[in-house]
Each structure stands twice: as C-alpha cells, then as structure tokens.
C-alpha cells in the first residue's frame, strides 16, 4: 500500500509534471521571440541577484552601522543616536536587531519582486506562485512531508549545535517567553512567508516557462547557498526540502502549502531547542 502511495505521487508530482512542464517551455520558447524569453529570464535572475545581496547586508544584524550613519548622513542625527541606542544599548537590544534581521528579509524578498513582476515582467501576481483555489487537495502531501521529517527533526534537535543555533532569539536568563518570543515567532513566520515567495514563488514561477522542470533546480541553487551557515544536517536537508516545495509549488500554482509547513517546522525547531535546553 505504501509502495503504490509513492508511486502514485512520484508520477503524477514528478513525471507527469516535468512532461507537461517540459511541453509547455518548448511551446512558450517555439511560439516566443528569442529577445522576449531572454529579456524575461535576465530581469528574473538579476533581480535574484539583488535581492540576495541586499537581504545578506542590508539584513545583517550585527553590522547595522550603515544605517546610523545613512541617517547621521542626511541631517537625522536625534534618529541615528535612538537607532544606535536600541540596537546597542538598549535591554531590549537582542529583539531590536532580531527585527533589523527579519525586516531586511521582509523588504528584500516581497518589494523588488512584486514591483519587477508587475511593472517589468507584466504579469499578475497570483500567477507568482499565490493561487489559493485548489490548493486544499495538495495539503496531504505536505501533511506527509512533515510526518517523514519529523523524527529526523527531533535527533537533529539532540546535538548540541543544534541547541547553539535555535532559538533565533536567544532568551536572557531567567527571561520568560512572553513577549519577546512569541513576538519573535511572528516575525519569523512572517519572513518564511516572504521567503516561499521569493524562492517557490517569484523565481520559480518567473523562469518555468523558459527552463520548464529545470526551473526546480536552478531555484535549488541559491535556496541551499542560503542554509550554509546552519548545522551540516539542515543544509543537506535542504536540498530534498528545495526540490520537494519547488515540485509542488509548481504541481498546485501556490505557494502556501510552503509557508505552511515552513513555518511549522520552523516553530518546531525552536521549541524543540527550548525544551532541551530546559526552557519549556
């Protein structure tokens, strides 16, 4: 019974679905000047470009001179003294710069792309991956995804690298979880959200009627670059992860399932951290 579930969902989310969108891309690029594809593939994979640069600087907590001195720069000196202060000196400086983290990821991953694909690549953005009707039927699969992840979540959670590396915002002693942590697990679901879009949804979505199925592995690329800095078994797993929401974003035209899970496992990671180190 388990054999037949996985081959009904390799062929119908992996063969069926690299024929149809191999199809579809050689009929896009047959009945397309060359210039139209190449021009849409060039304003794709720079804005890419840039926006992971700018989510890797402008989004860095532990370097945030540029923006006191941008301020300083333009005469708001009164703004530049409080903004280094909370990020500094503040006692509530280590949540102040997890929201430099999360707002530089919020920025860089929603309004470069929301403004190339509707002003440059004149496209709807529902058509980026943020279709909601008939999603529902897709939900078993990520229900799936996460029961097979989850025993490999709770050993990963075991090593001591682990526990070094999560929560994102690390508590004070004797510091509770409200409201700090809780305010924290909002704004980290919120940058997953904007995450899925940037990856599973702008870029994926943006180059698939060029690249059809291979659009999933060029999308693979940077989304595993991104997880270099956390423990080995996360960034291996993030290899699987890329591929298996990239397949799906594609197979359902939304990105939401995505964020679903993301976020889930994400909480989860943290939490698991949390009781470990005795904070639950």
């Not at 532990?62 to 708001?76: E, I, N, Q, S």
């Not at 698939?208 to 800095?229: E, K, N, Q, T």
Request: charged fraction near 15%; include cysteine.
């Amino acid at each position: 019974m388990i054999g037949r579930f996985f081959r009904r969902i390799w062929q119908e989310y992996v063969i069926d679905l690299r024929d149809r969108l191999d199809a579809e891309a050689a009929h896009h690029r047959a009945t397309t000047p060359a210039e139209e594809v190449t021009r849409r593939m060039v304003w794709v994979f720079l804005t890419v470009i840039g926006v992971l640069i700018f989510v890797r600087f402008a989004g860095n907590e532990h370097d945030t001179r540029w923006m006191v001195d941008g301020l300083r720069a333009v005469g708001l000196d009164g703004a530049a003294a409080r903004l280094h202060d909370a990020l500094n000196t503040s006692p509530d400086r280590r949540f102040h710069q997890r929201i430099v983290w999360a707002l530089g990821r919020l920025i860089g991953y929603l309004i470069p792309t929301f403004v190339v694909a509707k002003l440059v690549l004149r496209a709807p953005i529902r058509s980026f991956g943020l279709r909601v009707r008939g999603t529902a039927r897709h939900l078993p699969v990520y229900g799936f995804l996460f029961a097979v992840m989850a025993p490999f979540l709770y050993a990963a959670s075991l090593s001591p690298a682990f526990q070094a590396k999560y929560p994102y915002y690390k508590l004070a002693p004797g510091e509770g979880l409200w409201p700090w942590l809780w305010a924290w697990e909002a704004l980290y679901a919120a940058q997953f959200v904007a995450l899925e879009f940037f990856y599973r949804g702008f870029f994926l979505h943006g180059i698939r009627r060029a690249l059809g199925y291979s659009s999933i592995f060029a999308m693979m690329v940077p989304y595993a670059m991104i997880h270099f800095g956390k423990p080995l078994p996360e960034a291996l797993g993030s290899v699987l992860a890329g591929f298996i929401l990239g397949t799906v974003s594609l197979k359902s035209g939304s990105i939401w399932g995505g964020c679903a899970i993301h976020i889930v496992v994400a909480t989860s990671m943290d939490l698991l951290s949390l009781w470990h180190q005795g904070r639950l």
